[in-house]
């Protein structure tokens, strides 16, 4: 049985049994830039003559280690404090982050819900961990109780993803606290699309479920998907292990810069949520008179997970008209879907047209 049980009380938690033994006795790489940021920097090997494009910016030196004003502008944003928050490349690093450190390749596993983002099995895959599954119920909600049934020995981390992608909704809180009491291991909640949705974040849990790893990233309500912004919000024992087994420079410079700015903008930020709602609702109901489809699921997104007739055909016919969606049909529960994302108002009418158009639609 686990070494340690996370919930019995705040001040007993203890993650470090559960870290893999190469990791725990890990001796962290140290940089040159985490000692000094000023005077006459001659330590890391650095371009004492400047960067080779024209830019203001010091770009010859490397970035900060730590990054504790993004850091801290992101705790702030979502009520936390700093020692929570480690940022990263996407969330993508940090799903790989924690498996490199809580995960004994050949022998431990990950529970997985599908239908839901397929990076946490890929991670898996690559990092050479077991991947359990319990699925969702048809109707894409969470079962706390299979959840737990899959639990072994072995595994080291649940996956829940809410609002789930590819479904759109949000998962049951209550289920999801019941997870997070019962399970003695890591349960990590992937926030990405959390904005768009009226239930809001887990944060406010933080401090009495410190097994909780929420994931969040600046791609989707921020729109900022080419800068790679991700976080891991954490005990901070967790974020700790995170911040030694990362690459020592991991985000960029001007990702940072930009980082930084979106929390300066979080109006912004916002009104682009409320208009992506708005389309959203547009569009769902411009496709719920289409006579091929049969379901619009409910979204707490910035897509819609589309059921209808002629899945397959209908993907392959838009993407000829230069309409790109997505087809979900191969994913448990949902035969003859498509997973759409909200687009421009104009954007949004093509799709229609398209669909709309007699000439487009399949020989039932
Ligand atoms: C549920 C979920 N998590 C994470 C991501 C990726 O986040 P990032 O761009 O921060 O790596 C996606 C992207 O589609 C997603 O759907």
Redesign the pocket.
């Known amino acids: 049985m686990p070494e340690s049980k996370p919930n019995e009380s705040k001040s007993s938690f203890n993650p470090e049994p559960w870290i893999r033994p190469n990791i725990r006795t890990l001796n962290p790489y140290h940089a040159a830039r985490d000692d000094f940021h000023e005077g006459v920097l001659l330590d890391a090997n650095e371009n004492s003559f400047g960067p080779a494009i024209p830019t203001d910016l010091p770009l010859h030196r490397y970035p900060e280690t730590r990054l504790n004003d993004l850091r801290r502008k992101w705790a702030g944003f979502r009520g936390i404090r700093m020692e929570h928050v480690f940022v990263g490349v996407?969330?993508?690093e940090a799903i790989d982050l924690l498996m490199r450190i809580f995960c004994e390749p050949g022998r431990d596993e990950i529970i997985i819900t599908p239908p839901t983002?397929g990076?946490y099995k890929v991670a898996a895959r690559i990092n050479n961990v077991g991947v359990a599954e319990a699925a969702l119920s048809k109707n894409f909600e969470l079962d706390a109780r299979a959840v737990l049934s899959r639990v072994t020995k072995n595994t080291k981390m649940i996956m829940l993803?809410s609002p789930n992608?590819p479904t759109a909704n949000v998962l049951n809180q209550v289920e999801i606290e019941r997870i997070l009491k019962d399970f003695d291991r890591l349960v990590v909640v992937?926030e990405?699309?959390v904005d768009f949705s009226d239930s809001g974040s887990l944060c406010h849990l933080m401090e009495t479920c410190p097994n909780l790893v929420i994931?969040q990233?600046l791609?989707k309500s921020f729109g900022l998907?080419a800068i790679?912004m991700?976080a891991a919000l954490a005990h901070p024992i967790v974020i700790e292990w995170m911040m030694k087994v990362k690459a020592p420079y991991n985000v960029n410079r001007l990702t940072a810069d930009a980082a930084m700015l979106a929390f300066d903008h979080v109006d912004k930020m916002r009104e682009k949520v409320r208009q992506i709602i708005t389309e959203r609702n547009r569009l769902a109901s411009a496709l719920a008179k289409h006579p091929d489809v049969q379901t619009i699921f409910p979204s707490d997104a910035n897509f819609l997970l589309v059921r209808i007739r002629g899945a397959q055909h209908w993907y392959r016919r838009l993407a000829e008209r230069g309409v790109i969606v997505r087809y979900r049909g191969d994913q448990l529960h949902c035969e003859d879907t498509l997973r759409i994302t909200v687009g421009t108002t104009p954007e949004n009418d093509q799709l229609i047209s398209e669909l709309y158009d007699s000439k487009n639609a399949p020989d039932h």
Do not use: P
């Open positions: 996407g969330s993508d983002y990076m993803c992608n992937d990405a699309y994931l990233t791609s998907a790679r991700g």
